[in-house]
C-alpha cells in the first residue's frame, strides 16, 4: 500500500453501474458519496481504525455484506491489494563437468648406455 492511513468506516458503493470499496472516518460520508451519484451505498462503522486492507477484510465477514455482490467486489479488492510474495529465484542447477583425464606423455626409451643423461 502507498499509504498509512487508519480508517474507522468501510463499506461499498456502487457509481456508473461499478462497485467500489470505500473507505472514510465518519459514518456521514454517506451523505457526501449520495450526493455525488453513488448508489447501494452500505458503510459500516468498524470497532478501531483499520488499514483498507485490514478495514476490507473486516467487512467482508459482515452481515450487510454476505450477498454475492458485495463478497465479490470485496474479495476482488482484497485480491489486488494484498502485497504480493516476491517469489524467490529458483537455484540454477549446477553442473559440473566430470575431470578430463590428464595426458601421459611416452617416451621412447632407447637402451643406450653410452648416451648420457
Known sequence: MATDKKFTVAGISKLNGEYK???????????VLAKHGHEDIRL?????EFT?????RAILALEDFEDATAQATITEYIE????K??????PKAVVK?????????????????DAPF
Open 21 to 31: 470499496v470505500r473507505f472514510a472516518n465518519d459514518i456521514m460520508r454517506i451523505k
Open 44 to 48: 459500516a462503522d468498524l470497532e478501531g
Open 52 to 56: 483498507k486492507l485490514d478495514a476490507a
Open 80 to 83: 489486488d491489494n494484498t502485497p
Open 85 to 90: 510474495a516476491k517469489a524467490a529465484p529458483a
Open 97 to 113: 563437468a566430470a575431470p578430463k583425464a590428464k595426458a601421459v606423455k611416452t617416451a621412447k626409451v632407447t637402451e643406450d648406455e
